[in-house]
């Protein structure tokens, strides 16, 4: 409530964000979790907490009137359509050249995300957090993280026979054929779940192509792992519709503003609490935002001059490729990726084999890359507008496209087929102007010292995406928790006792 005073305070409810309240919560202290988007436990009028891929409602984004489909045409037709004005699950998040997806809601990203779970191969770690010790993350806090997450397999036999991981399968042949790795990778989903939903035995998430909008089963979100975890400590408490606007010095620690928003987005009411110790886990853009205007505008002016930089899109890269009709890639396809080919060292791109859950036959191969692109983005405060800009360009995903170019040149080379140029527009080859996995602006070690403790400020942490420098080669989200992990074991022991 208004004018509390609490021990703890964490901004988000995120991976960095669960992993604090959880361990916090563990060691003894009490923790108040402030989340912007919806808790997402309730039903709507049709029986179903998150509406379908196929046909995005209100529930669907953040405060859109119209969706905003990172597949965007479909034989070059737009496919967008008008939405009520409502806090959706999905924040497509606009910066000057680039669009920033985001889950909002308790569970930050998990709630909206493919769940892939992907640890980086350990030659690639010195890149990727080159203050950190690698032998600490692979022997203890990737094992940990794994664990608190759910991350398994899916069983190959049964990958080789069902319907709906044709698309993969194709994916896998055709990255063979021109000599690239095929790799399987693990995913939070539970697979013994989904084997249940092929069969027809539950009702079906995965196969009926939830994805983007939240999965009303089978998917282990953090609601159902790290918080569902915290809240049974009994320390734990969550205020969604909750959005932190200022963190300033104060009696006591820190003085945290607050806005209470109803679901059209209104602000209904403003509170402060006080708390001894802040965690910053509003995820790369939330943090970064918060921490760029608190400096700007005079609330934390000692924050150093690493605020905001080091930011970058993990080299997202979408792309899709028509087939022959030889090789369709199914009707039915499992909203949950399961593998992808890695030319991560020769050609710096990594890409998941993504499905198209269309619900009708595409024979389009689809697929997210994840590319080495060394472009960096700075968030900056614009007091004319009163809000942070990004100066990212979209020319800058040319160094991706580039690195994704190196498997589907060859693929295409090798097959005898083409790109689907009707994805993303009216032939347009490439989607480069999103990212799904934004990182840094909080970087650790430069903002923060080697624990994600900001400098300037005592009992204040940034503990999410923001403290990677923008690349993971990889999936994310493994990382970001891993590294929570490591650092909070750290703060717990030198910070809280
Ligand atoms: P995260 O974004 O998860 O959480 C931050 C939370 O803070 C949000 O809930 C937000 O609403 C809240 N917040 C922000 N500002 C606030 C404020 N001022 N006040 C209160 N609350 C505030 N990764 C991966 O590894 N495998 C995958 O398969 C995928 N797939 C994928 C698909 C899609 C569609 C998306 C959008 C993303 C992915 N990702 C992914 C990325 C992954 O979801 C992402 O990297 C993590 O969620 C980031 O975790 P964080 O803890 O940094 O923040």
Redesign the pocket.
């Known amino acids: 409530g208004d004018g509390a005073h609490v021990p703890v305070l964490v ?7 669960s992993v604090a309240a959880l361990r916090l919560a563990q060691a003894g202290v009490d923790v108040q979790m ?4 919806m808790a997402w436990d309730t039903p709507g009028s049709d029986g179903k907490i998150f509406c379908n891929t196929t046909a995005p409602d209100y529930r669907s984004y953040w405060l859109r009137t119209k969706t905003k489909q990172p597949l965007s045409n479909f034989f070059g037709i737009p496919i967008d359509k008008d939405i009520p004005r409502y806090t959706g699950i999905l924040d497509a998040e606009d910066f000057s050249g680039i669009t920033v ?5 308790v569970g ?3 709630l ?7 640890t980086p191969k350990r030659e690639n770690f010195g890149a990727i957090l080159p203050s950190v010790n690698p032998d600490e993350m692979y022997n203890t806090y990737y094992p940990r993280a794994n664990a608190g997450l759910g991350s398994g397999l899916i069983d190959p036999a049964w990958f080789d026979t069902v319907d709906c991981y044709q698309f993969a399968r194709v994916g896998r042949k055709q990255a063979q054929r021109s000599g690239f790795p095929f790799e399987f990778v693990p995913d939070v989903y539970d697979w013994d779940y989904m084997k249940q939903e092929a069969a027809g035995t539950v009702p079906k998430s995965a196969v009926a192509g939830e994805i ?1 909008y939240g999965n009303n089963y089978g998917k282990k979100s953090l609601q159902k792992t790290y918080l569902a975890q915290a809240k049974s400590t009994g320390r734990v408490t969550i205020s969604p519709l ?3 606007t200022s963190v300033s010095p104060g009696s006591g620690g820190y003085t945290v503003v607050i806005e209470q928003l109803n679901t059209s987005g209104d602000v209904t009411a403003t509170k402060t609490v006080t708390s001894a110790k802040v965690f910053f ?4 853009v ?1 943090t970064s935002k ?1 921490l760029v205007k608190l400096k700007a505008t005079g609330a934390l002016p000692n924050l150093n001059g690493e605020i905001g930089r080091g930011w970058g899109d993990n080299g997202n890269v979408m792309c899709g490729r028509a087939n022959y009709l030889w090789d369709p890639t199914g009707k039915v396809q499992a909203s949950i990726p399961c593998g992808g080919i890695d030319n991560w060292n020769a050609g710096g791109a990594f890409a998941e084999v993504a499905p198209l859950p269309t619900g009708i036959e595409t024979y389009a191969s689809f697929y997210l890359s994840i590319t080495k692109n060394p472009n960096r983005g700075t968030f900056s405060w614009n007091p004319a507008a009163g809000r942070v800009d990004l100066d990212w360009q979209t020319a800058w995903k040319q160094a991706s496209i580039d690195m994704a170019k190196t498997i589907f040149d060859k693929i295409n080379a090798t097959e005898g087929t083409i790109y689907r140029t009707d994805l993303f527009g009216v032939y347009k080859i490439w989607n480069d102007t999103l990212t ?2 934004p990182l840094g602006g909080a970087v650790l070690n430069k903002a923060t010292d080697n624990y994600g403790r900001l400098y300037g400020y005592p009992g204040l942490y940034v503990i ?2 923001s403290l990677i420098p923008g690349n993971t080669s990889v ?4 990382t ?1 928790t891993a590294l929570a992990e490591r650092n909070i074991e750290k703060i717990i022991a030198a910070d809280l006792t």
């Open positions: 901004i988000g409810t995120g991976y960095g964000g402030i989340e912007m988007g997806y985001q889950g909002r809601g930050g990203g998990s909206v995300n493919g769940g892939m779970a992907v983007l909750h959005r932190v886990a509003a995820g790369s939330g918060l799904y996995h999410d995406g999936n994310p989200f493994v970001i």
